[in-house]
């Protein structure tokens, strides 16, 4: 079989793979068995524990067992979020937070935390003190958050002005 790469010819073509008169595996006429039982509802999506926590914003370790030792399924999680039980709305409330969590908490970066010498969980309490307390570290991690936050909105409103003047 010759196979023509002149302008407009690929050689790959659905002939030259399968042959003449027959079909690529692509144009085959039935559907793959796999796709016979989908429906239309959700599947259930599963995610390990640190995930789910991450996403609820909860430190996993101070989570009940049963929530560590298990997996979430995406409906599960759904419901977490609408209705959250005492034991998560204690920990949201008190702690001990994640790192992400405590960054927000006191205005600053995770880098800024391990800057700081914070590396553990803290609870709203710990976090309230600190806030109080008001160390150097803290008070330049601040600092060094503002100036990115207004650097970003700066950026932001270049960007913006660029794009009206494009449009």
Known sequence: MAVVTGRGHRPWSPAVVTGRGQR???AVAHTLDTLDGMTSHQSTQSMKPATAAKKLGVYLEATPAEFQEGVVSRAELNELQAN????L????????????VVAA??????AGLARGGLT????TEQIETLKQENPEWLQRERA??????????RIKKRNAERAEHRG
Request: hydrophobic share 30%; net charge positive.
């Open 120 to 123: 553990e969980p803290l609870t």
């Open 144 to 153: 060094t958050q503002a100036e990115v936050r207004k650097e970003a909105a």
């Open 24 to 26: 690529p595996w692509s």
């Open 89 to 100: 709305q204690d920990l949201r409330s008190n702690g001990p937070h994640p790192r992400p």
């Open 105 to 110: 908490k006191l205005g600053v970066s995770i």
């Open 84 to 87: 959250p039980p005492q034991w």
